[in-house]
Nanobody, 125 residues
Framework: QVHLVESGGGSVQAGGSLRLACSAEYTSNPIWMGWFRQGPGKKREGLAAIHVESNQLYYVDSVRGRFAISLDMSKKTMYLQMNSLKPEDTAVYYC???????????????????WGQGTQVTVSS
């Protein structure tokens, strides 16, 4: 099991930047870690993920080139650097982790067993 706590959310104007952090506590190393978001009235959307062993990074098209995921294993902390933010990026952002693979792809919420509590990001125009 992985205990996750997000931080770094807030309000920013369009074009601005924020960096989210996800602090992890675990006894078994996660094999996948990812960032999701859920806007008002929308389903949870996978944004970016890291396959921890290979350090392979994955992004959804809507954030590729604007967002960057990274993982500092020494601090057990994952980050999401978000640049060029848009009003449509407004959502609650969640980090997630999986310690085993159940067949789902990185962008599916079903892959991940453990979730943080979420942090609100609001982008004003």
């Amino acid at each position: 099991q992985v205990h996750l706590v997000e931080s770094g959310g807030g309000s920013v104007q369009a074009g601005g930047s924020l960096r989210l952090a996800c602090s992890a506590e675990y006894t078994s190393n996660p094999i996948w870690m990812g960032w999701f978001r859920q806007g008002p009235g929308k389903k949870r959307e996978g944004l970016a993920a890291i396959h921890v062993e290979s350090n392979q990074l994955y992004y959804v098209d809507s954030v590729r080139g604007r967002f960057a995921i990274s993982l500092d294993m020494s601090k057990k902390t994952m980050y999401l650097q978000m640049n060029s933010l848009k009003p449509e990026d407004t959502a609650v952002y969640y980090c997630a982790a999986a310690t085993s693979w159940n067949g789902y792809t990185w962008d599916r919420a079903e892959l991940y067993y453990d979730w943080g509590q979420g942090t609100q990001v609001t982008v004003s125009s």
